[in-house]
């Protein structure tokens, strides 16, 4: 009978003992739930996969920034140009002052266009009138178009590869970080909350840092590429009305 009793006063002392930990477990999972907390504790895989997409996010904040103040940029002195090209001035002196060292995309095709037209009003017995000078013209046009939007593009395949990625990348993270999670709880014999919590919410942090870089990189993407297509189609216009005054004005010479 005594052993009895004293078979359950131990099982009663584990079960408390238990219990105890069990809420020091969870009165340090509370306090140990900060973002912080949550990198240092995760495993070393998880821990990279959050290093590389902080790196990853800060590198799309940077190309955000970048993009706005670009296109932000680029319109403004696109409209400041425009003013001038149709105040009524000298085209000639318009491209000795702006188009001959352009330093704008509205610049450049302007400068494109002249220069071409001008080496063309250069060569002796030239018919400016033909369509040869005409399809030089557009074509110079074009060209410069073609090169300025590349280089205003550039780091928009980043955009577009990191919206759809990273949410995957952080999915990684969560799921090695659950595994690891699991074979710790198997090692401690505890299935408690509180044993449980951390493991798994050091998993999910990752996920959560993915769809934080993710989300500004997609929307960024889609807004830079509908205002640069918006400025394309804004220098194609510049350019066609452009070449239709130089075709004007080559008929009149002639």
């Not at 340090?28 to 821990?47: C, M, N, Q, R, T």
């Not at 995957?168 to 970080?177: D, E, K, Q, R, S």
């Not at 919590?197 to 830079?224: C, D, H, K, Q, W």
């Amino acid at each position: 009978m005594g052993s009895v009793a004293g078979r359950f006063e131990a099982d009663r002392e584990d079960g408390l003992d238990r219990a105890v930990d069990a809420a020091s477990l969870g009165a340090a999972a509370v306090g140990g739930l900060s973002p912080w907390e949550l990198f240092l504790h995760a495993s070393i895989v998880v821990k990279l996969v959050m290093i590389g997409l902080i790196v990853c996010s800060v590198y799309v904040w940077a190309i955000i920034v970048t993009k706005t103040l670009t296109i932000r940029r680029i319109n403004r002195e696109a409209t400041e140009f425009e003013d001038r090209f149709w105040s009524g001035g000298s085209l000639d002196d318009l491209y000795e002052s702006e188009g001959a060292k352009p330093v704008h995309p509205i610049a450049s095709v302007f400068g494109a266009a002249m220069g071409e037209w001008r080496r063309s009003a250069r060569i002796s017995g030239a018919d400016l009138v033909r369509g040869g000078v005409r399809d030089r013209v557009d074509r110079a046009i074009s060209i410069t178009i073609t090169r300025e939007m590349e280089r205003l593009e550039r780091g928009l395949i980043f955009l577009a590869t990191i919206g759809p990625v990273a949410p995957f990348i952080g999915l990684f993270g969560t799921v090695w970080g659950i595994m690891h999670a699991f074979g710790a709880i198997a090692a401690m014999h505890n299935t408690n909350l509180s044993v449980v919590a951390p493991g798994i919410s050091e998993a999910l942090f990752a996920t959560a840092i993915g769809l934080v870089t993710a989300i500004p990189a997609y929307v960024a993407y889609n807004m830079a590429s509908a205002a640069l297509g918006h400025f394309s189609d804004r220098m194609e216009a510049f350019g066609t009305e452009f070449a239709a005054i130089l075709s004007r004005q080559s008929e009149e010479r002639s």
